[in-house]
Every structure is written in C-alpha cells, then in structure tokens.
C-alpha cells in the first residue's frame, strides 16, 4: 500500500487502493473546508475557472447536487449531464460520451453509471480526472469517505475496536463495498446483516487479513448483533437491482430498524444511511428523523468531502 498522497493516481476511483493515512488525509482536507459550507467561512477560489462535468447516467439526488455545491464553493462552474438526456440513451458508448466531453476542455469528469468499472474504464481513456459516484455494484468511494469522515467524528477520531453494523442489501450495494474498504482500513471490524440472498457468504473474505485492518463477518440475525455494535448502517433495498427475488416476504419484520429495536441499541449508538430511504422498510420514520440519527450530518458532510476531492484532484492538476 502507497502512503504517496492519494491524489498522485489522478482519479478517484474507489477506496480499496487507499491506505488509512490516505483516507484520513481526503477527511482532514474535508474537515478543513466544512466552515465553508457552514458558512462560517467565505467560498474558496480554489478552482476558479475550471469547469467539472456531472455525468450522471443513473439517477442520483445527494451525489449529484453535493458535486456541483462543492464545485461552486470552490469556484468551478459545472456541467451536468443527465442519463435521460445523453447521447448514450441512443446507443453511444460511455467512452465515446466521456471521451467527446473530456474533448470539449472540461477539467474533470465526475461520474455515475449502471456498468461496475465504469468509472476506471473512462479513466483508461480521458486525459482529465475521473471521479467515481457510482458504478453499478462495485464502489462509491465519496459516499465511503463522508460515511467515514462521520463516524471518525462521532468516535472522537479513531475507529480501532469498533464494531459497525452494514445491513441490508448489501449484494446490490456499492456503498457497503467502498464502507468494507475504508472502515476496516481504519480498523474498525464490520458486521455485514441480512438474508442470505442478500448476503452473499464471499463478502466475508472481500478484504484481505492484514495487521491493523479490522476484520468482516456475516450475520443473518438483526437482533442478535444490535445490542453489541457501535453504530447501525442501514442500506436501501435497491428493488432496481432485483427481479422480485432475493427479498423475503418478511424484510421488514425481520430486518428492519424499527422504533422497537432502535430502543434494544445502546444508548449513543448511532444510525446512518446513505438515502434514499424506503421509509417504513429498512428504517422507521421516527428513527431516520429520531436523535440517533446522523442521516443529515452525512450529507452536509459530503459535501465537505467533494471539495475535498475536487480541490484535490483539480487544484493539483496543474
Ligand atoms: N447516497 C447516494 O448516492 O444518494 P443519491 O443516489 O441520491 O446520489
């Protein structure tokens, strides 16, 4: 593992390249910019002049509008390109749309596909920075670094010893693959719950035994990991990424973290959850909107985090 800065690979591509001191440099850089978008600071110049391309070829709320604050807190103008309206819905390739986009003198493409590896194929072909917000089932490293960047600051700053439950489904998710990176890298051990259909038994051995890095275990039992976990992150069910299968009759019941099994967890333990939320499925109204909830903080967070990246990759680019 390099401790060279991050930003010497010119992309963002997903976290399982980065070591600890890396991650925790992109969240120092975050942290730096949050008075910002506080605003308890004046905007940054930054990257005044350049121009970011938000190539979001799959639909995204948080993702996409968190890029474009972030660039214009930085100074960048953005562009957005949005799947419904790209020339890729009349069967032009994603390297073709990239690489015509990248010709037009953007300074950095941000993207979201369906197609897992994407994002690292366009990197193969464009000569600016690629930053990764989604790529089918494989990372959304941003998403991975302001999960982090929230928890190190509800944790005072260190993640060694504890234990985060990812529940859910964790077979479609590509947020829990880039958490599995960054939180084990930090040391913290990850519980992966759900069904086993949900669960596939592999994702025990995704990240290697390593000294320092903590450990992945599976669990289809909610209830009997719950009481002993430091924090609780629920994933959306992606129904997109299923034909109807996979997802057992009684989700709810047996999976979801409802009013009464959020009074089962210890007190302080807090709840995340990248949104969307499937409100009433995986996650009670009363404990999304509830004061275990750090849902909000993570956003606000992650806009904190993009400029991060943006300033990172772009400023640095010369
Ligand atoms: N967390 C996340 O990726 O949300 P969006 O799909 O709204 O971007």
Redesign the pocket.
Known sequence: MTTATWTSQGHLLGLETLSSAQLRSIVGDAEAFLPIVHGTMPDASLLEGRVVANLFLE??????VSFSVAAHRLGAEVVDLLGSSASTSKGESLVDTASNIAAMGVDGIVIRCAASGGAELLAQHVNVPVINA?DGRHE?PT?GLLDLMTLLQHFGGELAGRSIAIVGDIASSR?ARSNLWSLTALGADVVLVGPPTLVPAEFASVVPEEAGRGAVSISHDLDAVLESVDAVMMLRIQFERHDGDGIPDDYRERFGLDVERAGRMADGVPVLH???INRGLELAPEVADGPRSLILRQVTNGVAVRMAVLAGLLASDG
């Open positions: 639909n995204s709320t948080r993702t996409r989604g959304h998403q947020v990248p949104g969307p």
